[in-house]
């Protein structure tokens, strides 16, 4: 069983920074993709980012060029610098691991482990 632990929520300003982490424990062995979700209120939980072992990354559009996602070599611990933040990125941040694999053409994910979310306000 994975236990994830987000850190690094808090309020800033719009045009600020927040590094956001994500502390992994558990057994992750098979465990190939790990990504952050965000939910604003009233609206459904949506992917920020992922990354595969490889490091294949995925970036939703609204983020793609202010937030990077990286990890340390041992998969223990993830994390999404967030530059550049505006209102519209407030939410409950959440780390998430599962397995992913591919067709050959496309990747197919599913996240099976989640934290419990951190906090992340913007004011204008």
């Known amino acids: 069983q994975v236990q994830l632990m987000e850190s690094g929520g808090g309020e800033v300003r719009a045009g600020e920074s927040l590094r956001l982490s994500c502390a992994v424990s558990?057994?992750?062995?098979?465990?190939?993709?790990m990504g952050w979700y965000r939910q604003a209120p009233g609206n459904e939980r949506e992917l920020v980012v992922s990354?595969?072992?490889?490091?294949?990354?995925d970036y939703g559009d609204s983020v793609r060029g202010r937030f990077t996602i990286s990890r340390d070599i041992a998969k223990r611990n993830l994390y999404l610098q967030m530059n550049s933040l505006t209102p519209e990125d407030t939410a409950v941040y959440y780390c998430?691991?599962?397995?992913?694999?591919?067709?050959?053409?496309?990747?197919?994910?599913?996240?099976?482990?989640w934290g419990q979310g951190t906090q992340v306000t913007v004011s204008s």
């Open positions: 558990g057994t992750i062995f098979g465990k190939n993709i």
């Open positions: 998430a691991v599962g397995m992913a694999a591919s067709n050959g053409q496309t990747w197919h994910s599913s996240f099976d482990s």
């Open positions: 990354i595969i072992d490889g490091g294949i990354t």
